[in-house]
């Protein structure tokens, strides 16, 4: 994510200003859509990373798109960016402002990635590993990847449990690397 410092202004302003207007989860909606149509559309990807077509060009094909599906103050927030010339953050805005959403709201986002999919019983008693470290609402995601090979990963902000069999395996297999031999035992 390049310019972080840049999409976290933006994010953290885009926020203050939706919390003013009582627009907050709309704008989360609004940036879905937003996100999700330059990301799916790769000639509208093309138009907005285009230096040499005009600012105004941009916002009128952005509004002409977006007009009645979002609201008119996400579309004035738009026409800001594109003002200041960054229309390349308007894709990771998103993700900066969801995790800003989530800390505002109290919602805690915690990740389990395990082999198959865990039904409610199981996500509830992994979730109990870390409960000391949570605060909020949970909103558990769960992700596969055969490649951990069993057990599960849990990630919560900057805390991660691993007890997936891929980990314990390269513990192992670094353990050995190394020159066992003790001379005279």
Not at 24 to 36: K, R
């Amino acid at each position: 994510m390049k310019n972080i410092l840049l999409i976290r202004r933006y994010a953290k302003a885009f926020l203050e200003y939706a919390i003013q207007n009582d627009m907050v989860d709309e704008s989360l909606a609004d940036l879905e859509l937003l996100t999700e149509t330059i990301q799916s559309n790769r000639e509208l990807r093309n138009i907005l990373s285009q230096p040499f077509i005009q600012k105004s060009k941009k916002e009128a094909i952005l509004k002409r798109i977006f007009e009645g599906k979002i609201s008119d103050k996400t579309l004035k927030f738009i026409d800001l960016i594109l003002e200041k010339n960054h229309p390349e953050l308007l894709t990771n805005l998103l993700i900066m402002y969801r995790d800003m959403y989530n800390d505002y709201k109290g919602i805690a986002v915690v990740t389990i990635t395990s082999v198959v999919k865990l039904d409610e019983e199981r996500q509830q008693h992994l979730i109990s590993l870390i409960k000391h470290k949570i605060n909020g609402n949970i909103q558990i995601i769960n992700k596969i990847d055969k490649k951990i090979i069993g057990g599960f990963v849990i990630n919560y902000k900057d805390y991660q449990y691993d007890a997936s069999v891929y980990t314990k395996l390269r513990n192992l297999e670094s353990l050995f690397t190394g020159n066992l031999y003790v001379k005279g035992f």
